[in-house]
């Protein structure tokens, strides 16, 4: 929808005076609705625009129409009511004019309820900013102050409009220090009138122009993102891609909620970009931790060094362990999922090899598994497929069926006295299709661990934080593991971190005066600040009262999607473990290699309002925790349209 959103430096600055003067103006060209969602207190800011614009614009009520001239927050609180940003959303998307002004409540850091304030509204609405300020002492740092907010926040700000003139040079000052530019000047009014307003008009035409030009001006979207794919062909490699078949990647411009925003598309992200994204992008809680973080330490050396974040995230990571049933003790960072796989790989067998049994130096696997993309995860990986070509690379590692419980229990009785580790995907490996396996498996090798005393790797990279309706997957299973390795969802999908949580017993097998007994693996990024800042914050979100509540809802919508998919032809085996749900579209090749198979899938996903990508032959979707029960059915409802209806 297009808009302005009118905000300003203060309260009682101006903005409902320009805001009655830019309806006006505009009117002559457009058709358009004033819209004040919060009013606090008497008179209404509606009635002095109507006074001045009369029939030539369109109104709509205030959302919440508050008795206290007070911060909305306060005033709602005491009417017993918590003012709802999705209602004023609703409010606005049911206008029906072309262009709307928005006039908002005070300046942007005020209050709307407990957790969000006006900035957050503007972001909510999608529509640029217009900045009015006073001629008044202390505007500067005002208006800079508020200017911030908006860049911080990523909306875009048409510019400033100064109200008054009692600082004659104001205007020519802010031309030269802003990023911004100083849209109008308007004076104080003797008489303020639709007559004039009309003389002011026409005594400042050219200026008013260009203003006009600014606010109307309808940018062609799909033009800069032709470009931007031009470049993109021209400077940038993709992974997992073959650039013969996948001609064009759409850019993505920005991200809120369920939701990726293309060029004039908006489509719901049913993997959560990769798996990572837990409470939807931009989570405005998520990304004021970085924002405060990033003014504090961005980032410090962590050999010799430690800071706040990432002991506070330590201590919640092996808290929430422990509250699964693991006797985990310490963290180890690194920054992807692959990397915390190699991180336990080299702790256990280190672990080993300086204990009285260095002989236990070989590894357990299950076939299908996928660990990551460096040469120890993929070792202990599925051969086959995009791995096949680095094999001579490899290790030597044993791998089982994870479907043969007989085969599992033959290899650890024979070779598990040699194992320094068994490494799982615990109940559901995710890039092999989301092959979800039995919890027996995962009890036997719990069961000969006590026997034959190798250590267990659950890697929890995609399967942690909920994802499978439990804190972590080991927990539907009588596994305890000694390495836990996570990463993905750790901080909500906003920064790359990656922890490896290790007991106190391995630990002191690398505590000595002996620097060669240490464990000497790291980055330069290790637990960078800015990443545990917002994972700890994660960490907060997930344990509340919301978060649990809305994982269940999620899990059960599941269910009632896919049981509208059993029976449907061209599906098979539909499944479920939580909130992920699968089925694998019939005649389709299993693998990786099927052609632009994937990329067909996506496209046509997209152009249906829906991000999917396939995995082989298994259509599979993960949603972030804010999607509402709508937006999962449009998911699978997707899913369906694509087998029936698009796909040969």
């Not at 008179?43 to 029939?55: A, E, H, R, T, Y």
């Not at 500067?140 to 909306?155: D, E, M, V, Y």
């Not at 050396?301 to 990571?317: C, D, N, R, Y």
Request: hydrophobic share 35%; with cysteine; aromatic share 10%.
């Amino acid at each position: 929808m297009r808009g302005v959103f009118v905000t300003g430096t203060d309260t009682d600055i101006g903005k409902t005076f320009f805001s009655a003067f830019l309806s006006f103006y505009l009117s002559f060209e457009e058709k358009l609705t004033y819209f004040k969602p919060i009013q606090a207190g008497a008179p209404l800011d509606q009635d002095f625009v109507k006074s001045i614009c009369g029939n030539r614009i369109e109104y709509r009520n205030s959302t919440y129409l508050l008795k206290k001239p007070a911060s909305p927050d306060r005033s709602a609180f005491e009417e017993n009511i918590e003012i709802d940003l999705s209602e004023i959303e609703e409010g606005f998307k049911q206008i029906e004019t072309p262009f709307t002004v928005v006039e908002g409540a005070g300046g942007l850091l005020v209050p709307l309820n407990k957790d969000q304030t006006v900035v957050d509204l503007v972001r909510k609405l999608e529509i640029p900013a217009i900045v009015v300020t006073s001629g008044r002492l202390g505007t500067i740092n005002h208006t800079f102050l508020t200017l911030n907010a908006l860049k911080n926040q990523g909306i875009s700000c048409h510019g400033i409009v100064i109200c008054g003139e009692e600082d004659p040079e104001l205007e020519a000052y802010f031309q030269d220090k802003l990023d911004v530019p100083v849209l109008l000047r308007l004076p104080h009014f003797e008489e303020i009138s639709p007559e004039a307003f009309t003389n002011f008009i026409e005594k400042n035409h050219s200026k008013l122009q260009t203003l006009k030009t600014t606010i109307l001006e309808d940018k062609n979207p799909a033009e800069d993102h032709t470009k931007l794919q031009d470049k993109d062909k021209k400077f940038v490699w993709h992974p997992f891609t073959q650039h013969g078949i996948v001609k064009d990647h759409p850019v993505v411009r920005k991200g809120a909620g369920s939701y990726l925003y293309f060029d004039k598309r908006k489509v719901i992200d049913g993997i959560s970009s990769w798996w990572v994204n837990l409470f939807g992008h931009s989570n405005p809680e998520l990304a004021r931790s970085i924002k405060s973080q990033v003014d504090e330490l961005e980032h410090v050396i962590f050999a010799g060094f430690t800071h706040k974040p990432a002991i506070e995230l330590s201590e919640k990571l092996v808290n929430m362990t422990r509250e699964s049933g693991a006797e985990l003790d310490k963290v180890f960072y690194s920054d992807n999922g692959s990397t915390c796989v190699e991180v336990a790989l080299k702790m256990s067998y280190q672990y080993f090899q300086q204990s009285p049994t260095p002989s236990k130096k070989r590894f357990l696997a299950l076939n299908g598994s996928y660990h990551g993309d460096t040469l120890g995860a993929m070792s202990v990986g599925e051969r086959k497929g995009f791995n096949e070509v680095f094999t001579s690379l490899m290790f030597d590692v044993d791998f089982v069926n994870p479907f043969d419980l007989e085969e599992l229990r033959s290899c650890l009785e024979k070779n598990g006295e040699q194992y320094a580790g068994v490494i799982v995907e615990p109940m559901i490996q995710g890039a092999s299709g989301m092959r979800m396996y039995s919890s027996e498996v995962l009890d036997l090798i719990e069961a000969k661990k006590r026997e034959l005393g190798y250590l267990v790797i659950c890697d929890e990279v995609f399967t942690g934080f909920y994802r499978t309706g439990k804190m972590f997957a080991f927990e539907h299973s009588g596994l305890r593991p000694d390495f836990l390795c996570l990463s993905k969802g750790l901080t909500g999908g906003f920064l790359p971190l990656a922890a490896t949580l290790v007991s106190d017993r391995i630990y002191e097998a690398f505590y000595n005066e002996d620097m060669r007994k240490a464990f000497l693996h790291g980055h330069s990024y290790t637990a960078n600040p800015m990443a545990c800042a917002v994972a700890s914050k994660t960490m907060d979100l997930l344990k509340t009262k919301e978060t649990q509540e809305k994982i269940e809802q999620i899990s059960q919508w599941t269910r009632d999607c896919l049981a509208n998919l059993e029976g449907v032809s061209g599906v098979s085996n539909v499944r479920q473990l939580g909130t992920i749900g699968a089925m694998e579209i019939n005649g389709e090749d299993p693998n990786y290699f099927k052609g632009d198979f994937a990329y067909q899938v996506m496209r046509k996903s997209i152009d249906r309002g829906v991000l999917l990508r396939p995995l082989g032959g298994t259509l599979y979707a993960v949603p972030p925790y804010c999607v509402t029960k709508s937006e999962l059915e449009k998911i699978y409802e997707t899913m369906k349209d694509l087998i029936t209806k698009d796909l040969p």
